[in-house]
Nanobody
Framework: QVQLVESGGGSVQAGGSLSISCAAS????????VGWFRQATGKEREGVAT???????NYADSVKGRFTISTDNAKNTLYLQMNNLKPEDTAMYYC???????????????WGQGTQVTVSS
């Protein structure tokens, strides 16, 4: 049974930094494509960043240069380091995983429960 559990969300002022994590069980983070999504109140869910088995990363234009996605094989954990946060980054952040290693294929089969990130101006 695959489980993804996010942690590390919270409140921060604009310009600040926050790191969120996604611990996996029943699934090897570094063997497949994994990523982060977010959904702000009243808005549709959007992709934030993805990372493939071979470390290829992709970011939404809105977070390029500010966010960094990474994985830790030993901890079987996915991370999202968020710097220079803006109020528009406020959202529930979800980690997700595919059953394939190539991020351009397959569907997001597994989802975490989400962690809230709030950025105040």
């Amino acid at each position: 049974q695959v489980q993804l559990v996010e942690s590390g969300g919270g409140s921060v002022q604009a310009g600040g930094s926050l790191s969120i994590s996604c611990a996996a069980s029943g699934y090897t983070i570094t063997s497949y494509c994994v990523g982060w999504f977010r959904q702000a109140t009243g808005k549709e869910r959007e992709g934030v960043a993805t990372i493939s088995r071979y470390g290829n990363t992709n970011y939404a234009d809105s977070v390029k240069g500010r966010f960094t996605i990474s994985t830790d094989n030993a901890k079987n954990t996915l991370y999202l380091q968020m710097n220079n946060l803006k109020p528009e980054d406020t959202a529930m952040y979800y980690c997700a995983a595919k059953g394939v290693w190539l991020c351009s294929l397959g569907s997001w089969d597994y989802w975490g429960q989400g962690t809230q990130v709030t950025v105040s101006s």
